[in-house]
Nanobody
Framework: QVQVVESGGGLVQPGGSLRLSCAAS????????MSWYRQAPENQRELVAT???????NYADSVKGRFTISRDNAKNTLYLQMNSLKPEDTAVYLC?????????WGQGTQVTVSS
């Protein structure tokens, strides 16, 4: 069982920045593929970004060039740097840890982009 806990959400104006963090309890954090998802009210859960065990990253088209996913295996922590935020980025952001058929989710952190 892996526990993941997100933090760093909040209210930000359009054009602003936030950095989300996800702390994982995994004994061997480095073996997990880590991802950020988001879910807005009445919308399906959307994959935002993924980082592999080797550091390979992938992004949704809607966030390319604005968001950066990274991981610090020594600290068992995943990050999402979000720049140039838009109102449509408003959602609950969730951290996911995956290994084989195993998937672990956090409770999420709210990001609201509004003036």
């Amino acid at each position: 069982q892996v526990q993941v806990v997100e933090s760093g959400g909040g209210l930000v104006q359009p054009g602003g920045s936030l950095r989300l963090s996800c702390a994982a309890s995994a004994t061997i954090f480095s073996i997990y593929t880590m991802s950020w998802y988001r879910q807005a009210p009445e919308n399906q859960r959307e994959l935002v970004a993924t980082i592999s065990t080797y550091g390979t990253t992938n992004y949704a088209d809607s966030v390319k060039g604005r968001f950066t996913i990274s991981r610090d295996n020594a600290k068992n922590t995943l990050y999402l740097q979000m720049n140039s935020l838009k109102p449509e980025d408003t959602a609950v952001y969730l951290c996911n840890a995956a290994y084989g058929s195993l998937n672990f989710w956090g409770q999420g952190t709210q990001v609201t982009v509004s003036s």
